[in-house]
C-alpha cells in the first residue's frame, strides 16, 4: 500500500454512537474545512482498505483521553489545508493529536505519508509516541529518535526505520515488518 488515510474514533461514556475525527482532503476544494467530527463507524473501511487498529483505550483511561483529543482536534493548525504529499494531511492531523495525548502512547505506520509533516517554521519536536524527538523540513527531509519509534530516516515522506523494543523494520509502501507495534 503506497498510504493509508488515519483516523480517531471516541465514544463518550454512556454514548450511543461514536465519533469520528479526521481530515477528509476533498473538502478543501470546495472551501470547507477540512477537519469533520461526524458519527461514523469506529471500524469502517476507507474506499475498500481494511482498517487497521492501533489503539483501543477504554474505561478511565479512555475518559480522560478523549476531552484532550478533542481538543487536540480543535488546534490542529491546518483546518482548511490539504496536501497529499508531504502533508498536511490526515495523518498529519492524527499525527497531531498523538503527539499532544500521551495516554494513546503509538505511532502511525512507515505508509502512514504525512506523519512527518510537524509543522511550517517547527523542524524539531516530540515524537508521536512523545518518547523522543523529532527533526523534519516540511515531511520531506527528517529523522526521529525515541523509545516508541526506535530511529526514523524520512527522506521526501518515506520513511525507513528500526525499531529496537519490538524488533521491526519500517520501510515505506510495506509498514511495518517484524514484530507488532504496541503501546509504551
Do not use: C
Not at 503506497?2 to 469520528?20: C, L, M, N, P, Q
Not at 476507507?46 to 476531552?67: N, V
Not at 527531509?141 to 524488533?167: H, K, M, S, V, W
Amino acid at each position: 500500500t503506497f498510504g493509508v488515510h488515519s483516523w480517531i474514533a471516541v465514544k463518550e461514556k454512556d454514548a450511543t454512537f461514536y465519533e469520528r475525527l479526521e481530515v477528509i482532503g476533498y473538502r478543501a476544494r470546495r472551501g470547507l474545512e477540512v477537519v469533520v467530527v461526524h458519527q461514523a463507524e469506529p471500524d469502517g473501511r476507507w474506499f475498500g482498505a481494511e482498517p487497521e487498529l492501533l489503539r483501543d483505550l477504554r474505561g478511565a483511561s479512555a475518559e480522560r483521553a478523549i476531552p484532550k483529543i478533542k481538543a487536540a482536534a480543535a488546534s490542529y493548525p491546518y483546518p482548511k489545508e490539504y496536501r497529499v504529499w508531504p502533508g498536511p494531511n490526515s495523518n498529519s492531523f492524527v499525527s497531531h493529536i498523538l503527539r499532544q495525548v500521551p495516554e494513546i502512547g503509538v505511532e502511525l505506520p512507515a505508509n502512514a505519508v504525512g506523519k512527518d509533516w510537524i509543522g511550517r517554521g517547527a523542524p524539531f519536536g516530540l515524537s508521536e509516541t512523545r518518547t523522543g524527538i523529532q527533526f523534519s523540513l516540511f515531511g520531506l527531509l527528517g529523522l526521529t529518535l525515541g523509545l516508541g519509534e526506535g530511529i526514523e530516516f524520512n527522506f521526501l515522506g518515506a520513511t525507513f526505520g528500526i525499531d529496537f523494543l519490538r524488533p521491526a523494520l519500517k520501510l515505506p509502501m510495506v509498514g511495518r515488518v517484524g514484530m507488532q507495534d504496541k503501546p509504551i
